[in-house]
């Protein structure tokens, strides 16, 4: 939601005033899908994924993990301001996902509603530098948003488009995929962060032959080297334009 929030930022300062708006707006749809699941299914927290625990014991490590760093009390600090953040994407939104089902609405509803927001980062708003320009239409000179958010929503989009098998009414994602792709590599160039960049990109290169397991090798090979192809461009045209 952040990604989306950055657009509407810079785009009416009702949003940049009201910088929680987003956030309650994303808590109540949470809440909404909970009450909806607690109605379908009495026992919500029985299926709990497993995967979930093992985030949520991450977390855990990092919060003890604060007790003997160089400075306990930002770091405290920083986890009192963050809890709300935890408590919705490591413990309740998992419990959303309890069925391969539930997880395959999730990866679509991020591909259509996260596309149209890259397009409207891309598209309609003013950039400075590797950040989006806030309450830009305001003609203000405000702070830039984080940059690494909007990365990560990009690759957020560009996983499920790279990975998943579409079939049925869904094969629209099959023609609009690489288009999906490149647009989420414009913005993940654009905002400048080289080594999640890389790294997100090695990812996609090694999960690809995880769910292809039909294809054979020439074809596999053919997709991984295009993967690589539209994401070294893309780098080399951002380090070109941005040194000349």
């Known amino acids: 939601s952040f ?4 657009w509407a930022q810079a785009n009416e300062t009702f949003f940049l005033r009201n910088t929680s708006f987003t956030n309650f707006v994303t808590a109540s749809i949470l809440v909404f899908g ?3 699941a607690a109605l379908k299914r009495r026992h919500v927290f029985r299926d709990y ?3 979930a625990l093992t985030v949520v014991a991450l977390y855990l490590l990092a919060f003890v993990s604060a007790i003997w760093s160089i400075n306990p009390e930002i770091s405290l600090e920083r986890w009192q301001l963050s809890w709300p ?10 419990l959303l ?7 395959s609405d999730a990866l679509y509803a991020t591909l259509l509603l996260g596309t149209i927001t890259l397009v409207l980062l891309l598209f309609d ?3 400075v530098e590797r950040a989006v320009l806030m309450d830009a239409a305001a003609g203000r000179t405000v702070s830039g948003g984080n940059p690494l958010a909007v990365e990560s929503l990009a690759w957020y989009v560009a996983l499920p488009a790279l990975l998943m098998s579409f079939r049925g009414y869904s094969r ?3 023609t609009l995929r690489w288009s999906v792709v490149v647009i989420s590599f414009v913005v993940a160039v654009k905002s400048g962060s080289r080594g999640q960049y890389l790294a997100m990109l090695a990812a996609a290169m090694v999960f690809l032959p995880l769910t292809r397991k039909d294809v054979r090798l020439r074809g596999l090979l053919g997709v991984i080297g295009a993967c690589g192809l539209i994401g070294g461009t893309a780098l080399w045209v951002r380090e070109t334009f ?3």
């Open 3 to 6: 990604g989306f929030e950055q």
């Open 34 to 36: 909970l009450v909806s």
């Open 49 to 51: 994924p497993s995967v």
């Open 85 to 94: 953040y935890v408590l919705t994407t490591a413990i309740l939104a998992p």
């Open 97 to 103: 996902v309890t069925r391969p089902q539930d997880a």
């Open 125 to 127: 708003t003013r950039w």
């Open 172 to 174: 629209i994602w099959q």
């Open 242 to 244: 941005a040194s000349g």
